[in-house]
């Protein structure tokens, strides 16, 4: 038979006892070559150690424990476009977020897991996430003035143990959330810094 995993489970047919050697429903050389071929497809997907095959399970273990890389990469949003009115964070897009151009309001973050996911599914309680937020400011400075999970507004609490009040001028300054789920409710503990770069 032609095997087919890895796409998907492949079905053998054992056989019996009484079975003879050249049986006409399943022949004895066909079985041997069935298992080595099935043993083979399972070696490639496993992948040898150090496997340069990004297929491969050692491969993917490999880059997701971060062994490969010298240190871990972070997907950016980077968008050439100004903070103001209600920024949906998609953490599924990416954990990094910079707006580039000078910011023309206030603005409301609202994290979210995308437009069809919220937050509140991909966040176990007692799990967090860690979102880096960068605005650009011009001569006039604005700032994120309100916070929101899943459309539903939060009150970090903030490094220095005031909430921001304006941005800074000319400047880009960089928003630092960590969102802790700490109930099913759901229920976020969100600590917040903001740090001026010039």
Avoid: C
């Amino acid at each position: 038979m032609a095997i087919t995993f890895p796409t998907t489970l492949d079905t053998l047919t054992d056989p019996t006892a009484s079975d003879k050697l050249n049986s006409v429903t399943v022949p004895h050389a066909t079985q041997h070559a069935d298992l080595n071929n099935i043993v083979e497809a399972l070696e490639a997907k496993v992948g040898v150690d150090g496997s340069a095959v990004s297929t491969s399970l050692d491969y993917i273990v490999k880059a997701a424990t971060g062994i490969r890389l010298f240190a871990p990469r972070e997907k950016w949003n980077v968008a050439a476009s100004a903070a103001t009115g209600t920024i949906s964070v998609d953490l599924k897009t990416a954990g990094a977020w910079y707006f580039t151009s000078d910011a023309t309001a206030n603005w409301t973050l609202n994290f979210r897991g995308d437009s069809g996911a919220t937050l509140d599914s991909l966040v176990g309680v007692g799990e967090s996430v860690t979102v880096a937020f960068l605005a650009t400011n011009g001569g006039t400075a604005y700032y994120a003035s309100a916070f929101q999970v899943d459309g539903s507004s939060v009150t970090p609490i903030w490094s220095g143990g005031s909430a921001p009040s304006a941005g800074n001028a000319d400047s880009v300054d960089a928003y630092i959330f960590t969102i802790i789920k700490t109930a099913a409710t759901p229920t976020y503990e969100v600590i917040a810094s903001l740090t001026q770069f010039a």
